[in-house]
C-alpha cells in the first residue's frame, strides 16, 4: 500500500514539529498516537515560552497543528485539503465517514490552552444530519477537567469515538462500507 504523502505546506511545518521536539526533549517523533503525550507536553512548555514572547505562537501552533494532523492523517486514513495559504481553510477529512476538522486549529488551542486564539477553529465537522447524533455520543463522554479538554492526546480520543460513533450509525443505516472523497467535501 502506498502511503500518500501530505501537501508540501503541512510537510514543512511537520518538519519544524519534528524539530522544535527535538531540540527541546531530546524525543523523535514517530508520528503514532503514543507519540501525542510528548506533543502535549512540548506544547505546555512553548505555552510558557510564548507567553513571554507572543511571536513564538503563530510560528509553533501551525507546526504542532501539523503534526496532530498527519498523525490522524494516518491512523484514520484521512486526507488533507489545503485549498491555498490560509491555514484557516485546511482541514484533514476522513474517508469513512463524513468527518472533519481544522488540526491547526488543534495545535492553536493545545498552544494557548483554549479557543480564544486567532488561529483557525477546531470544531469537528459532520454532516448536518449527523450533527445531533454525534453531539449527543460525545455529551455522554465522562466530564473532562478543563486543563486537560485541549490537549492533543484528548483530542485524538473524542476523534476515535467521534468515528467509532459515525461508524455504528452508518452501518445501522445502510451505508457501511462508504468511502467519502475530495469530492464529498467540496473539494476538486
Do not use: Q
Request: glycine share 8%; aromatic share 10%; hydrophobic share 45%.
Amino acid at each position: 500500500m502506498t502511503v500518500e504523502r501530505p501537501p508540501e505546506a503541512i510537510e514543512e511545518l511537520v518538519v519544524n514539529c519534528l524539530d522544535y521536539v527535538r531540540r527541546a526533549s531530546g524525543v523523535e517523533l514517530d508520528f503514532t498516537p503514543e507519540t501525542l503525550s510528548v506533543l502535549d507536553h512540548y506544547a505546555a512548555t512553548a505555552r510558557a515560552a510564548s507567553s513571554k514572547n507572543p511571536a513564538l505562537g503563530p510560528l509553533v501552533a501551525p507546526a504542532l497543528g501539523a503534526y496532530f494532523g498527519e498523525v490522524i492523517r494516518t491512523h484514520f486514513g484521512a486526507f488533507w485539503v489545503v485549498p491555498g495559504r490560509n491555514v484557516h481553510d485546511w482541514a484533514v477529512c476522513w474517508r469513512v465517514a463524513y468527518l472533519a476538522l481544522n488540526p491547526i486549529g488543534v495545535g492553536f488551542d493545545a498552544l494557548y490552552g483554549g479557543a480564544e486564539h486567532d488561529g483557525p477553529s477546531s470544531a469537528l465537522r459532520v454532516a448536518a444530519e449527523d450533527r445531533e447524533y454525534l453531539d449527543r455520543r460525545l455529551a455522554a463522554l465522562p466530564e473532562v477537567p478543563e486543563d486537560e479538554f485541549h490537549l492533543f492526546t484528548t483530542r485524538f480520543e473524542v476523534l476515535e469515538v467521534a468515528t467509532e460513533a459515525l461508524l455504528a450509525k452508518m452501518e445501522e443505516e445502510g451505508y457501511g462500507g462508504t468511502e467519502f472523497t475530495e469530492a464529498d467535501y467540496g473539494v476538486g
